[in-house]
């Protein structure tokens, strides 16, 4: 078994937490967020539109320089560029204070930590077991 730091670990979702969503799709035509209206998460390149969310940037160095954080987030079958665009969003926002701590999962609860900060109610905490 790993010995673990003495650092409490934080995850950190992107989507609605870190990365405005709504931003991105502001900056779509149209027609293409009439053509995905009912999921838009599937656009190729539309987390590379997104900014982040106000704050967020400074908030999360912050959690950075005092815990472990680790960026766990979703992202959609259908849209393979999504995985690379959030790498791509980390490393242009987070910069090297995240670097190789992106982790894409469709199981947040494999993951072990202390805390959970997530857009999704259901998931916080409950999922994330210490």
Known sequence: MMKRDSKKIIYVDMDNVLVDFVSGINRLAPDVQAAYRDHLD???GIFALMDPVDGAVEAFHILASQFEVFI???APWENPSAWA???VWVKKHLGEVAKKRLILTHRKDLNQGDFLIDDREKRVIREIMG
Request: glycine share 0%.
């Open 42 to 44: 599937d656009v190729p």
């Open 85 to 87: 665009d959030k790498l």
């Open 72 to 74: 766990l987030s979703t």
